[in-house]
């Protein structure tokens, strides 16, 4: 009976071990997995880039499943903040903050009247806006916003320093794309809480885009940016009043060349998924 147990208690032993990603050897005379020594050859230059967490992401949501924020809409950001205010907006606060009439008027039975004609509409859309968790928009930073013309972005408060490009393992170190945030307060919170300092990587195997840039850098180590940013809102955020806090899940990015006055062509275009692989 004694064996029997034993033999059970192996074999779970064995299971769990496997579950948990390592290969169990229960032949005879076979070292355990505490005491085997570590495989010949592992590297150990460079230092290793970490990879991101599966589970902060949301990397299997279809990019058309985002819907779309008019960055030209002066109001967009006050319904997004405002759907997820807590506590709720009154009527007269939104009539105040979500339509262009209601801000001036002081008249209290005239606020009373355009309550009664506007909030029907108003808390549609407030209706509308909080139904939606996944949302893009198309933002800059604000040496891109003085400078392009035609379709408008909503201002992206990212710096985009860079360190020069690693030959070894084909890329540039920048700061994390979460560290920034979007809107005029801002109202968009990625750093909430406020994350500390990291260092991403950026991978760039195109030689030619990876020129382009390295050759901005020796001007510059801060490159101006837009992006196409996509974001899932969690709830308001603590530390400014009627916006939210938002994951950033993947970001279209354009680096822009610091030395043209009008339109600054891209100098490379990039595909990244946040979080980002982190340098250690």
């Known amino acids: 009976m004694e064996a029997v147990v034993k033999s059970f208690l192996a074999g779970m032993l064995a299971i769990t071990l496997a579950g948990c990603g390592r290969e169990v050897d229960n032949s005879p005379g076979a070292p355990s997995a505490s005491t085997r020594p570590a495989s010949a050859g592992a590297p150990t230059s460079p230092p290793p880039i970490a990879t991101p967490e599966a589970e902060t992401t949301e ?109 070894e393992r084909h890329g540039f170190p920048i700061a994390c794309l979460d560290e920034g ?17 990291r260092q991403c990587f950026l991978p760039v195997t195109d030689e030619a885009v990876a020129r382009r840039v390295e050759g901005a850098l020796s001007r510059t180590p801060m490159l101006p940016v837009s992006a196409t940013l996509y974001f899932t809102v969690v709830g308001p955020a603590r530390r400014v009043p009627h916006s939210v806090s938002a994951e950033l899940n993947r970001v279209h990015l354009k680096i822009h060349d610091p030395g043209t006055l009008v339109d600054p062509p891209a100098l490379g275009e990039f ?10």
């Open 181 to 197: 945030n979007i809107g005029p307060n801002p109202v968009v919170s990625f750093d909430e809480p406020a994350k500390p300092t």
């Open 271 to 280: 595909d990244i998924d946040v979080p980002q692989p982190l340098i250690r």
């Open 59 to 167: 990397r299997s949501t279809p990019v058309d499943r985002y819907v779309e924020l008019d960055p030209a809409d002066p109001l967009v950001f006050a319904y997004l903040g405002a759907a997820y205010a807590s506590p709720p907006l009154t009527d007269d606060q939104k009539l105040s903050l979500l339509t262009k009439d209601g801000a001036p008027e002081t008249d209290v039975f005239k606020r009373k009247d355009l309550q009664a004609q506007q909030m029907p509409a108003v808390n549609a859309r407030l209706a509308m806006v909080k139904a939606e968790t996944h949302y893009r928009i198309e933002a800059a930073d604000l040496v891109v916003l003085e400078r392009l013309r035609g379709q408008p972005h909503a201002r992206w408060s990212y710096t985009a320093s860079l360190g020069h490009y690693d030959t």
